[in-house]
């Protein structure tokens, strides 16, 4: 390989760390022109690619790569990853399979199972798969919050909630160790921890309980924005923590507040303003005592139904 392709390949590399997947994929691209049968040029070429929500070019250039090498496991890992998020995890626990067969870094692979058999609802073998990466990088940030992620699917709250803290908790002492970005990790983390007191919420719900919910996603909001414009939340998620956000201020009664932030939040995406958001925010006009506005937003309410 020549100088002219390593430093290609280092730029690349330290373009994607950076959340600037443009200008990785410009320069894992140069680099694949000086090496066109290159696996791994072929294989970062298509994660940049899948990483900036290209599946098609994603897809065909790892599947380029294996077939140039059968036995490169992070292109068969990286697949199984693809076609998981397509939906398809019987297909991507195929590639998984595979990519441990060759691999020299099985945590890696032990937390895309993880994330699969979770998707497949096989419990069990997600839980397996998951401690496995763990003990082999106790720090990684991914296969902790995966493992959060299952809990929380099993209904196991507390045990959810201790894992999520304990991942922010390294990522604000800067021990946590994700792919690629902390910020996102944390931000994710606390994501969830908001739809958990979110889902505990009741009418009568302690201030404790309130506080948490919209603490976290103060948090989600705030993290978002340090995160590469690349990796930051769709519109319509950003819609959603901010209406959460908003929901959080209404149930600790500061109306005004509320209505500040879901008035932005409908600014964000109006195409997902539902009937939900609708009714909210009439709420939160109705106590602030704007019952115009708030018989406007429950017409919109029911005509978004």
Not at 31 to 37: H, I
Not at 243 to 268: M, Q
Request: aromatic residues 12%; hydrophobic residues 35%; glycine residues 6%.
């Amino acid at each position: 390989m020549t100088e002219a392709y390593q430093k290609y390949m280092s730029e690349g590399e330290e373009a994607y760390y950076k959340g600037d997947l443009e200008k990785a994929l410009e320069c894992y691209q140069a680099a694949l022109s000086l090496n066109p049968d290159h696996p791994e040029a072929l294989k970062n070429v298509g994660w940049t690619f899948y990483a900036a929500a290209d599946f098609v070019n994603g897809i065909a250039y790892t599947q380029r790569a294996i077939e140039v090498d059968p036995t490169c496991w992070r292109a068969l890992s990286n697949l199984g990853c693809m076609y998981l998020a397509l939906n398809e995890p019987e297909k991507a626990l195929s590639y998984a399979e595979r990519a441990l067969v060759y691999s020299n870094s099985p945590e890696i692979v032990y937390c895309n199972l993880g994330n699969i058999y979770t998707s497949l609802e096989k419990f069990n073998q997600a839980e397996a798969s998951y401690m496995l990466s763990i003990e082999k990088e106790p720090h990684a940030g991914a296969p902790r919050l995966g493992y959060a992620n299952l809990l929380k699917k099993m209904g196991r709250l507390d045990d959810a909630i201790l894992w999520l803290n304990q991942i922010i908790e390294d990522y604000e002492m800067r021990e946590v160790k994700p792919d690629p970005h902390p910020w996102k990790v944390a931000r994710d983390c606390h994501k969830n921890l908001g739809e958990i007191y979110g889902s505990l919420l009741r009418e009568d719900s302690p201030l404790e309980l309130c506080e948490k919910h919209s603490y976290h996603f103060q948090k989600v909001v705030e993290l978002d924005a340090e995160c590469h414009p690349s990796i930051r939340l769709p519109k319509s998620d950003l819609h959603w923590a901010y209406t959460n956000l908003g929901g959080g201020f209404y149930n600790l009664k500061e109306y005004e507040k509320a209505i500040e932030i879901l008035e932005y939040a409908g600014s964000i995406a109006v195409e997902a303003n539902t009937h939900d958001y609708y009714n909210l925010l009439g709420y939160c006009y109705e106590m602030a005592g704007q019952q115009d506005k708030a018989e406007s937003a429950y017409k919109k309410a029911m005509e978004a139904e």
